[in-house]
């Protein structure tokens, strides 16, 4: 494993699905947000407005284990579970908060393109 050489490219290189991860409907809001600070679930789950619960879960799970993200169990009655980035997932959040930031500017653009593109359907 020492030499392993990541390619995103090639079909079985392991990058590709933590990319796929993280780029993923959900995994990109849940980094941004969880870029902000500690989050508990539920309230995660309210800041990315519309997934659900499952969808959260199976994120959450995914990015932990790609150690994007840390779950903490913090000690009361009942129980609460708080997540984290790792620093990995900070680096990782950091761009994709720069994807983000781009898409949200050039919204006029994509919609004035939209608008070309259906008009001439």
């Known amino acids: 494993m020492d030499n392993l050489e990541a390619d995103v490219f090639a079909r079985n290189c392991g990058s590709r699905e933590a990319l796929q991860n993280a780029t993923s409907r959900w995994g990109i809001l849940a980094l941004a ?6 989050y508990r ?8 407005d519309g997934v659900s619960e499952r969808m959260l879960s199976q994120t959450l799970q995914t990015l ?11 000690e009361s009655i009942p129980p609460k ?3 984290s980035l790792t620093p990995l997932g900070r680096q990782v959040a950091e761009h994709l908060i720069g994807l983000i930031e781009l898409v949200e500017s050039s919204l006029p653009d994509v919609v004035a393109s939209r608008e070309r593109h259906d008009a001439s359907q």
């Open 33 to 38: 947000a969880l870029a902000e600070g500690d």
């Open 81 to 83: 579970v708080e997540y």
């Open 41 to 48: 679930f539920n309230a995660l789950r309210r800041r990315v």
């Open 64 to 74: 932990e284990r790609d150690g994007m993200v840390i779950r903490t169990v913090l």
